[in-house]
Nanobody
Framework: VQLVESGGGLVQAGGSLRLSCVYS????????MGWYRQAPGKQRELVAH???????TYAESVKGRFTISRDKAKKMVDLQMDNLKPEDTAVYYC?????????????????WGQGTQVTVSS
């Protein structure tokens, strides 16, 4: 199983970026997918996630500014980030809560991408 993020970069406050995460591998079932971020000196925190049924959850700090979406056919989950603020600066990670077919049967685990840097200048 592999998750690959793209779309990070440098943007001025008030600007927009769109992050994409493409997943691949022998995935039996997807429970949910999400985006997390980690700023220097801080713990990794939830930004948004979306269940296989399409139910979304957002951190309070990004509600109304960020939108998570998933394209099942393209095996991709995106994060549209609008009205970016300097405090959004962080490394953003894609998460997949997947069930895979292991030796002993179905196994459930979290898989992470390598991260993509988002920097918002004031």
């Amino acid at each position: 199983v592999q998750l690959v993020e793209s779309g990070g970069g440098l943007v001025q406050a008030g600007g927009s970026l769109r992050l994409s995460c493409v997943y691949s591998g022998s995935i039996f079932r997807i429970n949910l997918m999400g985006w997390y971020r980690q700023a220097p000196g801080k713990q990794r925190e939830l930004v948004a996630h979306i269940t296989d049924a399409g139910v979304t959850t957002y951190a309070e700090s990004v509600k109304g500014r960020f939108t998570i979406s998933r394209d099942k056919a393209k095996k991709m989950v995106d994060l549209q980030m609008d009205n970016l603020k300097p405090e959004d600066t962080a490394v953003y990670y894609c998460l997949g809560d997947f069930q895979i077919m292991g030796v002993a049967g179905v196994e459930e685990s979290d898989y992470w991408g390598q991260g993509t840097q988002v920097t918002v200048s004031s």
